[in-house]
């Protein structure tokens, strides 16, 4: 299994250019979510799904947008990017309610480091 | 609503000697605890995690943490520091009321093992 895959690794925009960044698992997970990484704030959840079809904001949703067509995929899209939005993102995967709360934790991607100019 | 505090940006800690790193959480309910650990330029990777049953979990790398639910606190802790210890370590608590689906995490305390 690879796990939580997550492209690109790093990548420079400029403010106002659109991107997605890119995040699958190859575990049947139902649950994905997204998060951004920044000095001293720790983990921020953007936006996160509970199946395909299904997403929802989570505590910094201004300025991204998600969709969940598949259960593998669950792509983050910068509408216009803006300096604020350089971070680190983390794409996360888990089990839902059918692994049981024994099975529960979350799996991270490796990261994709954003700057924005 | 479900919150998380991680008191502490540092701990710094001897090689050999025992380590803590505290969290304390809020929770309408029942919690799920969980602690990660990160290493430079990598994602999380999951240490351990409290679900139910003993207050006391074991969990990757000889890192345990107690549950205390009077206290709210969910500390991590390891008998012996490794240099190799050195990372930023996440707690993270999802509430079991509420729809919780997806856990909140705290800031992060970067430990420091010293040679």
């Known amino acids: 299994n690879a796990g939580v895959t997550q492209t690109p690794k790093f990548q420079v925009l400029k403010t106002g250019q659109s991107m997605t960044l890119q995040c699958a698992q190859d575990m049947n997970h139902e649950y994905m979510s997204w998060y951004r990484q920044d000095p001293g704030m720790g983990l921020r959840l953007i936006h996160y799904s509970v199946g395909a079809g299904i997403t929802d904001q989570g505590e910094v949703p201004n300025g991204y947008n998600v969709s969940r067509s598949t259960t593998e995929d669950f792509p983050l899209r910068l509408l216009s990017a803006a300096p604020s939005q350089t971070s680190v993102y983390f794409c996360?995967?888990?089990?839902?309610?059918?692994?049981?709360?024994?099975?529960?934790?979350?799996?991270f991607g490796p990261g994709t480091r954003l700057t924005v100019l | 609503a479900q919150s998380v505090a991680q008191p502490e940006d540092q701990v710094n800690v001897a090689e050999g000697n025992p380590l803590t790193v505290k969290c304390t959480y809020s929770v309408s309910g029942n919690p799920y605890l969980f602690w990660y650990v990160q290493y430079p330029n990598r994602g999380l990777q999951f240490l351990l995690k409290?679900?139910?049953?003993?207050?006391l979990v074991k969990g990757s790398y000889g890192f345990e943490a107690e549950f205390n639910k009077s206290q709210t606190s969910f500390h991590l802790k390891k008998p012996s520091a490794l240099v190799s210890d050195s990372a930023l370590y996440f707690c993270a608590v999802r509430d079991t009321s509420g729809g919780s689906y997806i856990p909140t995490f705290g800031r992060g305390t970067s430990l420091i093992v010293h040679p």
């Open positions: 409290y679900i139910t049953g003993d207050n």
């Open positions: 996360a995967s888990s089990y839902g309610a059918s692994g049981g709360p024994l099975n529960n934790e979350q799996f």
